[in-house]
């Protein structure tokens, strides 16, 4: 590796390997940081023998999460301890944990929070440069914006069928669980006209799917622009097939936006709706800010405009104070409203919370998992009856590419997000390509398609 500082470029490009732990938007993430990165000369490599820098962009918001972040330190320490290397971690847990990590992690050289990747070329010069002067300087931007959106960064993007947009940033419902707010800030739009050139650039590139990401999408506001009429917008653009959004609170899920799902033949007719809790008294301890009354009203309103709407939701087992007539009510909401599918998480206190200030992480781990255990053996029951709806239906499915289990396999998505697998050698495929296909079997989890029958 050549001597580098944060003026001049390298004349052998330092080579850096990226991570990705979380959810979609620290995938979206992912794409500004190797854009960004890019710009100023950092050459990526998908191996990590290979990297002088090393990267994690992690999540905070779950436990399990969390804990890859820390097993994957440990291993990168033998390797430190073999080569010159530094280490980067980015995002939500460099955000929340800035104290911690640097103290019981020496071996992290820059910390990055998701407001501060404009900063992180410098960062990673000034640390190899640092290191090749044997010092230990770390590099900290971990300042929150009222402002930064990104709007100006073109994400460097891999999938080929499936682009992301972030339409906002942050989050002002604090929801007690949460760190969120505390590791992302306060809600900021992009500007509407900006996303809408984006998505046709999208478009012009092959992409046929975009889903418009923002931790509570109802609150996207840029000038007289809500989100009905920015993703309607979007919907409208030649050449996209697809457009979906997550997430919406189901505290504000304005008609417009229905409205908009319902009619738009590009809208997916797919909506999660967090639920959280099935009980009035935890989901009030949560600040989630609705009753299972006002839910129940949304979820009816849903199925009264379109029936076959496909609706996902998050649950939470085990918050603090939850007792068991609290997860009996979960347990009889799941059954009643029958949700296509559910990711179910056992609680874990998140440091900075507000529940984690004011509520006791009381209930038993064992009890949490037999709680996940119970209500996601009932979600694997429903899913499979689900699923089995679909027998003999003919779908559009958007192929994504060979399946994971084999590359005789095509896979792709139905409309509602559903993963759909066949035979490759009796229906070739290639990325981007919109099929219809029969379903003839279906699991829990997936759908099996052939041609449909010849009328
Ligand atoms: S709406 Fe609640 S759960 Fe979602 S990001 Fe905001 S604070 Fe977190």
Redesign the pocket.
């Given at each position: 590796m050549k001597r580098t500082d944060s003026t001049q470029a390298t004349a052998t490009p330092t080579h850096v390997h990226l991570e990705t732990f979380g959810c979609q938007m620290n995938e979206y993430d992912s794409e500004l940081v190797r854009s960004l990165m890019k710009q100023d000369g950092f050459v990526f490599t998908d191996e990590q023998e290979r990297a002088d820098v090393i990267l994690m962009n992690t999540c905070a918001i779950r436990e399990n999460a969390h804990n890859k972040v820390y097993k994957h330190l440990s291993e990168l320490k033998k390797i430190k301890r073999q080569r010159p290397l530094v280490v980067g971690v980015l995002g939500c847990m460099a955000q929340n944990l800035k104290e911690e990590l640097t103290e019981i992690q020496p071996l992290i050289d820059v910390l990055a929070g998701p407001d501060s990747y404009r900063q992180l070329p410098m960062l990673i010069r000034n640390a190899l440069l640092s290191q090749e002067e044997g010092l230990d300087q770390k590099g900290l931007a971990v300042d929150l914006s009222e402002y930064e959106t990104y709007h100006d960064v073109v994400p460097d993007r891999h999938d080929g069928v499936n682009a992301w947009i972030a339409v906002m940033r942050g989050?002002?419902?604090?929801?007690s669980?949460?760190?969120?707010?505390y590791t992302r800030g306060r809600e900021r739009s992009r500007d509407a006209e900006g996303i809408i050139l984006e998505a046709h650039k999208i478009a012009e590139q092959g992409f046929k799917q975009i889903t418009l990401l923002g931790?509570?999408v109802n609150s996207y506001r840029f000038g007289d622009w809500d989100f009905a009429r920015l993703i309607l917008a979007v919907a409208d653009v030649p050449g996209i097939e697809r457009v979906r959004f997550t997430?919406p609170?189901p505290k504000d899920f304005p008609m417009p936006l229905l409205e908009a799902v319902v009619s738009h033949p590009h809208i997916c007719k797919q909506i999660h709706l967090?639920l959280q809790s099935g009980s009035d008294r935890i989901l009030g301890l949560m600040n989630?800010a609705y009753t299972i009354r006002e839910y129940r009203a949304l979820v009816d309103r849903i199925q009264a405009l379109r029936s076959d709407i496909v609706l996902s939701t998050d649950i939470i087992c085990g918050f603090a104070g939850e007792r068991d007539e609290d997860f009996d009510e979960t347990y009889r909401l799941v059954e009643e409203m029958r949700f296509h599918s559910a990711f179910i998480f056992k609680y874990s206190e998140r440091k900075n919370t507000i529940a984690a200030r004011k509520f006791p992480d009381d209930v038993s781990e064992a009890v949490k998992t037999e709680r996940v255990t119970r209500l996601f053996d009932l979600q694997r029951n429903i899913s499979y009856g689900r699923n089995r709806e679909y027998l003999k239906a003919v779908l559009p499915i958007l192929v994504e590419g060979d399946a994971k289990r084999s590359a005789a396999q095509g896979m792709g998505k139905s409309d509602g997000n559903i993963t759909v697998i066949w035979d490759k050698q009796i229906v070739p495929s290639q990325p981007g390509d919109l099929l219809s296909l029969a379903i003839y079997d279906a699991s829990s989890t997936t759908l099996y398609a052939e041609p449909p029958p010849v009328s």
């Open positions: 989050c002002d419902n604090f929801c669980f949460c760190v969120v707010p931790q509570n997430s609170h967090p989630r």
